[in-house]
Structures are given as structure tokens and as C-alpha cells.
């Protein structure tokens, strides 16, 4: 089955230290998203990649990077500069174009112990 | 760039009864309302979504209006059912910002 797939499902991260989320998708999109998700409120844009090698920041990208080296791939790493990590962290895919459909991996959840 | 407001934050309805969620937007460029819906430790699915050059779309119990003058739009389910208890998100784009703003969501809860 087609798909995105997102790991870890829990992640814990000391103070001080960046975590890598992974995103892997067999969708055949070009255009991959990260965005966090905190409660009680919307989805806010992280970074998003319409081709390899690019990206773009979105709304809060301060404190993450992200790298697009493979057209099936878009890790996100939340570096020690994110002074609040702890959410619920989703990636998402889609073709390319006006107003594609974007379809959703199933989140990793971000705590610093 | 764009704002949007969606109404109610919670809502909680009898099986069987209609429940209807509201997003206002801002820009009046946006042409693209699709709706998500997400369950609990899961992502958003995509449920339904909207161009406008439509004023209307259904798909079975769930429906969609559009509103371009008053700039709102809605998402309406019939016949609720247990299993439609979940958090609903509406989103806009293609105005000035090109990819997708999400309203803050709705805490939909049927009751048997």
C-alpha cells in the first residue's frame, strides 16, 4: 500500500540535543511538508520541499533544519536552538501543483525529558 | 497572509443528528477548502475539499458549502454515527499564501 511513513512514533530528547524525525513516503510526490501540531490548536508549516535538493521555510522555522536529498525522503531535524520541541510533529505529501491534496504520515510525538 | 477562523471549537451531538463545523477565511484570493479529519494519536485524513468554482459537494453523509462572497465555508455530516467522533480541520490556499492554513479545529463528539 501507498503511503507515508513517520519514526519514531515517541521521541524523547534531552536538553541540549537535536533529534532527526524521519519521513519517508512511496507516493511518487514531488512536494513534501513538515508542520507541528500543538493542543487545542491548527497545523503551522515548519518547512516544506517541492523537488530535491530544495526547500523552503515556512511559518516557524526557526530552531529546525531539513535536508530533501532523496525524492522519497524529508527528514526534519528540531535542533537545541527550538527552545519549545515538545509537540506532535507531522510530514506530508502531495503532488505538485495548484491545490494538490496533501496526505498525511501518522506524526511522531516529541517530549524532552 | 491568510487567516483562518473555524467555529465551534467543541461540539458534541446525539447519533443520528446533523453536525455542522464553520471556517471563515481572509484572503479573498484563496481558491482551495479541503476538509481533515483526525483521530486520536493519528494524522489528518482527508475527508472532503472544495475549488471555488463550486458553491457545493457531497460525498454520502458528508457535504461541503462555499461562500465566496461572505468568504466562509462549511462542512456539514448527516446521519452522525459514533465513529465520526474525531477532530475536524478545515484549511484554505492558493491566495497570497501558497500553501495551506489551517483553522485551530473541532472537537466533534457523537453520543450513542
Known amino acids: 500500500d501507498g503511503g507515508i511513513t513517520q519514526s519514531p512514533k515517541y521521541l524523547f530528547r534531552k536538553e541540549g540535543q537535536n533529534v532527526t524525525l524521519s519521513c519517508e513516503q512511496n507516493l511518487n510526490h514531488d512536494a513534501m511538508y513538515w508542520y507541528r501540531q500543538d493542543p487545542g490548536q491548527g497545523l503551522r508549516l515548519i518547512y516544506y520541499s517541492q523537488i530535491v535538493n530544495d526547500f523552503q521555510k515556512g511559518d516557524i522555522a526557526e530552531g529546525y533544519s531539513v535536508s530533501r536529498e532523496k525524492k522519497e525522503s524529508f527528514p526534519l531535524t528540531v535542533t537545541s536552538a527550538q527552545k519549545n520541541p515538545t509537540a506532535f510533529y507531522l510530514c506530508a505529501s502531495s503532488m505538485v501543483g495548484t491545490n494538490q491534496p496533501q496526505h498525511f504520515g501518522d506524526g511522531t510525538r516529541l517530549s524532552i525529558l | 497572509g491568510e487567516n483562518v477562523e473555524q467555529h465551534p471549537s467543541t461540539l458534541s451531538v446525539q447519533e443520528g443528528d446533523s453536525a455542522v463545523i464553520k471556517c471563515t477565511y481572509s484572503?479573498?484570493?484563496?481558491?482551495?477548502f479541503p476538509w481533515y479529519k483526525q483521530e486520536l494519536g493519528k494524522g489528518p485524513q482527508l475527508i472532503i475539499d472544495i475549488r471555488s468554482n463550486v458553491g457545493e459537494k457531497k460525498d454520502q453523509r458528508i457535504a461541503v458549502t462555499l461562500n465566496k462572497t461572505a468568504k466562509h465555508f462549511s462542512l456539514h455530516i448527516t446521519e452522525t454515527q459514533p465513529e465520526d467522533s474525531a477532530v475536524y480541520f478545515c484549511a484554505a490556499s492558493g491566495g497570497s499564501a501558497r500553501q495551506l492554513t489551517f483553522g485551530s479545529g473541532t472537537q466533534l463528539t457523537v453520543l450513542p
Open positions: 484572503d479573498s484570493a484563496s481558491n482551495y
